[in-house]
């Protein structure tokens, strides 16, 4: 087991996540032998929901909603938006498709996420993730195309 305790708490609530993903496709492809993948998404959809708002209240922080600016709300729901999306067509994937090449390629969105990031965010574009980023693309080929 690695030493957690040097790391950045982003890169270990990053790790975590990783985690949780890597569990919650399986199990959804596994929930999902008698509906379609739009009813699955309405059941985890609205548990998420209920959740989400129980930990708001739990850590009190819906009083923090007081800070959101316009633009806030707009880029939000943006967000929530291309989520839907997103949920969308992966629930559908991951009904007709195998889901172990169905996360491959949702997860591929790093792509897309880090040339956003650069462009849109003016993140900087290290080498290294150059590199990193070729290699997921390289995977992708290989693990989808031959």
């Not at 030493?3 to 999902?32: C, N, P, Q």
Request: proline share 1%; glycine share 6%; with cysteine.
């Amino acid at each position: 087991m690695p030493d957690l305790r040097g790391m950045e708490r982003s890169t270990v609530y990053a790790l975590v996540s990783m985690l949780f993903a890597g569990v919650t496709a399986v199990i959804a492809k596994a929930g999902m032998r008698n509906v379609s993948g739009d009813v699955a998404l309405i059941v985890r959809t609205s548990l998420i929901f209920v959740l989400v708002w129980g930990h708001a209240f739990a850590f009190r922080q819906v009083q923090d909603m007081a800070q959101l600016t316009r633009r806030d709300v707009l880029l939000l729901c943006l967000s929530g938006a291309t989520t839907f999306f997103s949920w969308l067509f992966y629930y559908r994937a991951m009904k007709e498709g195998s889901v172990s090449v169905v996360a491959l390629i949702d997860k591929a969105s790093i792509v897309v996420t880090l040339v956003l990031a650069v462009w849109v965010l003016k993140e900087p574009l290290t080498v290294r993730m150059a590199l990193g980023c070729t290699l997921i693309v390289t995977g992708l080929v290989v693990m989808v195309w031959t």
